[in-house]
């Protein structure tokens, strides 16, 4: 099986501070995720109250069978043990690929230990680290990478 796995701040959306009213639907966004071939996840430090917010605002909330948050975690990435927690609370295995979307470069580094695909999302120049799989400077560029209809999104 294939999880796409998606950080939520600064990774499917930008923000400096969060006023729910200013998030836009992002249709070209839920094309895009939706299709991917797999089941799409959000793992974040943030609360479900913020996720399922900014989840609806964005109008991509049903293409993400769960929501795994830091209360259900009992932590925050980029502890390894948060990612095993939460590789129990998804049901992923070790025969499973895991790609991970994050803006943080330090959630990347504990995810590429645990063997996932790592995607950094961030218009900052970086350093070619070794932990990184890809590098984009925003979420549509990266999904757009992985899927093979993105000409049948409309911007």
């Given at each position: ?70 209360n259900r975690l009992g932590g925050l990435k980029p502890d390894i043990k948060i990612y095993k927690?939460?590789l129990s609370l998804s049901y992923i295995n070790n025969t499973d690929k895991c790609i991970f ?55």
């Open positions: 099986m294939k999880y796409w796995i998606f950080d939520l701040d600064n990774t499917l959306y930008m923000t400096q501070n969060v006023i729910y009213e200013d998030i836009k639907k992002d249709y070209y966004l839920r094309c895009l995720i939706n299709s991917l071939d797999g089941k799409k996840i959000i793992f974040t430090n943030a609360t479900l109250s913020h996720a399922e917010a900014v989840l609806k605002q964005l109008g991509i909330r049903d293409l993400f069978y769960d929501i795994i948050d830091r927690k939460f979307f994050e803006d943080n470069i330090i959630n990347l580094i504990t995810a590429k230990k645990i063997g996932w695909i790592t995607i950094l999302i961030s218009k900052k120049r970086n350093k070619n680290y070794t932990f990184i799989d890809y590098k984009f400077n925003d979420i549509h560029s990266a999904v757009e990478n992985f899927t093979f209809n993105s000409s049948q999104c409309l911007r």
